[in-house]
């Protein structure tokens, strides 16, 4: 599964947009990415993923550079209680694949 | 979306002693289940795969003969942590695939369990 890169930490003014970037430039052409969160001291809250399109839900919006290398997370409002560690996973789809998390990305918002 | 349930979400215990975690899709079935170890401050570590009716897999430097995994229904999956140690105090959380017949690679996860032992 290919690597991911993402910054340590970043902060958001409540109400505002967070953008949260993820490097995936080994990407292979049938691996997705998926986007988790963790909330302190709760189990992992699935987000979003994507191919190559961008794809939005009641969540988030995922949107991935035309070469794949890169995506970025978008939370259009930010609350208080987006607060928490976002993980960027790359690898393809399956049922029985496994999910191996880096060290994602804790987003701080801001009142 | 799919619902896993873990129990207990917090437990101490004493050391030596054996604690087991349950895990359970709540609405879906899960021929297979992961098992995370999640330290504080740190990522979430995937230790096993629970797989129904076989035995379980485990990832390098997890010792299967501690962490005790079966999964004998398509709704539950156990983690027994064998004669447990301060050093085993940890969250840890499964998850299961959520969707069935469609090939996804969404996982869900269960709400964590902490295990503190004295």
């Known amino acids: 599964d290919a690597k991911t890169t993402q910054p340590p930490s970043m902060d958001c003014a409540e109400g505002r947009a967070a953008n949260l970037p993820c490097n995936h430039s080994t990407i292979s052409g049938n691996e997705y990415v998926y986007w988790y969160r963790q909330i302190h001291s709760q189990g992992p809250q699935y987000i979003i993923h994507g191919l190559k399109n961008n794809e939005t839900n009641e969540m988030a919006s995922l949107i991935i550079t035309e070469d794949r290398k890169s995506s970025t997370l978008i939370l259009p409002h930010a609350t208080l209680r987006d607060t928490a560690v976002y993980y960027c996973i790359v690898r393809a789809p399956s049922n029985t694949g496994k999910l191996i998390f880096g060290q994602g990305t804790t987003l701080q918002v801001k009142p | 979306g799919a619902v896993v349930s873990q129990h207990p979400s917090r437990v101490i215990c004493k050391s030596g002693t054996s604690v087991k975690i349950e895990c359970r899709s709540l609405d879906f079935q899960a021929t297979t289940m992961f098992w995370y170890r999640q330290f504080p401050k740190q990522s979430l570590m995937l230790m096993a795969t629970?797989?129904?009716?076989?035995?379980?897999?485990?990832e390098q430097g997890v010792e299967k003969d501690k962490f005790l995994i079966n999964h004998a229904s398509l709704t539950l999956s156990t983690l027994t942590v064998t004669s447990a140690h301060p050093e085993d105090s940890s969250f840890y959380i499964c998850?299961?695939?959520?969707?069935?017949?469609?090939?996804?690679?969404?996982?869900?996860f269960g709400e964590g369990s902490r295990l503190t032992v004295l």
């Open positions: 998850s299961a695939p959520g969707t069935s017949g469609r090939v996804t690679g969404e996982l869900f």
């Open positions: 629970s797989n129904e009716g076989s035995k379980a897999t485990y």
